[in-house]
């Protein structure tokens, strides 16, 4: 069946660094579209950015262009969010989504950004 299992979450400080992995299982991700969301603290969940099956990347939210990258690494079946110049704000659950027929989710990994 298909899983999803993020990692690399943290706590780090401002200006900081960290790489989320998605690791994915049941099915192959180059194969399908897949995106980061986060959900910050009595806020909505909302969408970082999606990488499609083609590779093609969309959707970075305003808030994290040009300090956020999403990759994937096909032989590992694993995508990732290089997340670099953290701020407190970017403090948030994080999950990974799969779409393959229907939406999975991952059980998301904690990212706070503190001094």
């Known amino acids: 069946q298909v899983q999803l299992v993020e990692s690399g979450g943290g706590l780090v400080q401002p200006g900081g660094s960290l790489r989320l992995s998605c690791a994915a299982s049941g099915f192959t991700v180059s194969s399908y579209a897949m995106s980061w969301y986060r959900q910050a603290p009595g806020k909505e969940r909302e969408l970082v950015v999606a990488i499609s099956s083609t590779g093609v990347i969309t959707n970075y939210a305003d808030s994290v262009k040009g300090r956020f990258t999403i990759s994937r690494d096909n032989a590992k079946n694993t995508i990732y969010l290089q997340m670099n110049s953290l701020k407190p704000e970017d403090t948030a659950v994080y999950y990974c989504?799969?779409?393959?027929?229907?939406?999975?989710w991952g059980q998301g990994t904690q990212v706070t950004v503190s001094s």
């Open positions: 989504r799969a779409l393959v027929g229907r939406a999975y």
